[in-house]
């Protein structure tokens, strides 16, 4: 039977031409990039309002944005996701993207799983992956203005997946045994996860 009659085959198409997008029209990193695997070193007060911190804030922002618009997916990323070893992330939950530096998480209550995915893992994966249920972060604004944030399960997860990777860490690294699969329905698929409460 031919690939595109199938079903399969044809999802498996789309999440191939997704990554062949992203690596043509962005500046993305994929597994494998050794760069995902350095930690980040922090904002210096020194650098907050110069234009290199500026400029990276305004480039994380944009790649996201398009990754969205065009992928459908895509809530968060890091700033060595496109190559900038800076403790910066961006995410993109409501309609205005919010860019945190430094963001550490200083409180913690309980415990979930939820099926995560990673603009870095081109063809895209999606596993199980156990984080605390909802999170208290502390960061620092592009000002550099100390801020704290209490976020709900979502904005903890996508959060805490970003600080990962600020210290060498993919969330495949961290998938629950047996639960990685390849994203075949596109949008529907990684935004119908739902989140399991475990304590
Ligand atoms: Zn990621």
Redesign the pocket.
């Known amino acids: 039977m031919p690939a595109e009659q199938n079903g399969v085959g044809q999802s498996l198409l789309t999440s191939l031409e997704t990554f062949a997008w992203s690596v043509r029209e962005t500046p993305l990193r994929y597994l494998g990039d050794p760069v995902l695997r350095e930690k980040c070193t922090k904002v210096a007060a020194d650098e907050f309002k110069t234009s290199s911190i500026k400029h990276l804030a305004i480039e994380l922002v944009k790649v996201l944005m398009d990754y969205r618009q065009n992928v459908g997916v895509g809530r968060?990323?890091?700033a060595n996701?496109i190559g900038a070893t800076k403790q910066m992330i961006a995410v993109l939950l409501g309609d205005e993207p919010e860019v945190f530096c430094n963001p550490r998480l200083i409180a913690s209550k309980g415990m979930g799983s939820y099926g995560e995915s990673?603009?870095?893992s081109g063809v895209m994966l999606l596993g199980e992956v156990r984080r605390p249920w909802t999170g208290k972060f502390e960061y620092e604004n592009l000002d550099g203005v100390t801020k704290t944030l209490d976020a709900d399960e979502l904005k903890t997860r996508v959060i805490l997946?970003?600080i990962d990777?600020l210290n060498g860490i993919?969330?495949s690294d961290k998938y629950e045994p047996k639960t990685m699969r390849i994203v075949t329905g596109g949008k529907a698929e990684v935004f119908g996860e739902r989140f399991k409460k475990l304590d």
């Open positions: 968060g990323l890091a996701q990673c603009l870095s997946h970003e990777h993919s969330c």
